[in-house]
């Protein structure tokens, strides 16, 4: 399905998030990073997106301080999730966006989700067009049967979805579907919410 981007945008701003739409990932990665500018704590969670978009060298190219567990020691992890917590601002892509403007992750660990709810004032979505959906029940569906296989491969987590590809709803000690949120709207003590979108397919 062609999804009227414009739209979603509106949607999007009617819930109170910042939204922008950009045709390349490198259009984008600039936007964000004129968001920052320089001299700020970054904290990333987990996303094949902002990997993709090369993000993480530009930001800190401009001289941010950015905290991303995927490049931290395997003793480093937990004080990594901690400080990318208490950093002015997270970026993070998500697992699903509903059509009307819902933001959909399921999560692990649950540092990302938490990170993107309460405590960082200054949040960055990137999110390519792979991962709009028309609504709730079909972006769980999303996240379940396309995110959390490919993530498990790449993880190499022993789920039974890493090998079938499909979800099981299973109870694995590696699933990585602990935990589900939808973001309706931005919270309260968030001082700004963006929401990039980007007119290619990236991350799961």
Do not use: W
Not at 4 to 24: E, H, K, M, W
Not at 37 to 57: A, N
């Amino acid at each position: 399905m062609a999804y009227n981007v414009q739209l979603l945008c509106s949607n999007l701003a009617r819930r109170g998030f910042i939204a922008s739409y950009f045709d390349t990932a490198e259009e984008a990665s600039s936007h964000v990073c004129s968001i920052i500018g320089g001299g700020s704590t970054i904290g990333i969670g987990g996303s094949m997106t902002v990997k993709e978009m090369g993000l993480i060298d530009r930001l800190a190219g401009d001289g941010n301080k950015v905290y991303c567990h995927a490049l931290a020691k395997a003793d480093k992890i937990e004080d990594t999730y901690k400080k990318a917590a208490k950093a002015q601002y997270y970026i993070s892509s998500a697992n699903a966006l509903t059509y009307d403007g819902e933001i959909v992750n399921i999560d692990g660990a649950g540092n990302r989700v938490s990170a993107l709810i309460y405590g960082v004032p200054h949040i960055i979505y990137v999110i390519g067009i792979n991962k709009i959906t028309d609504n709730i029940d079909s972006a769980i569906k999303r996240v379940r049967n396309v995110a959390s296989p490919a993530n498990t491969r790449r993880l190499n987590k022993k789920t039974p979805c890493a090998v079938t590809g499909v979800c099981s709803y299973c109870n694995s000690p590696d699933c990585i579907c602990n935990v589900t949120t939808i973001m309706h709207h931005p919270m309260r003590r968030q001082q700004s919410v963006h929401v990039v979108l980007i007119g290619e397919s990236l991350g799961y």
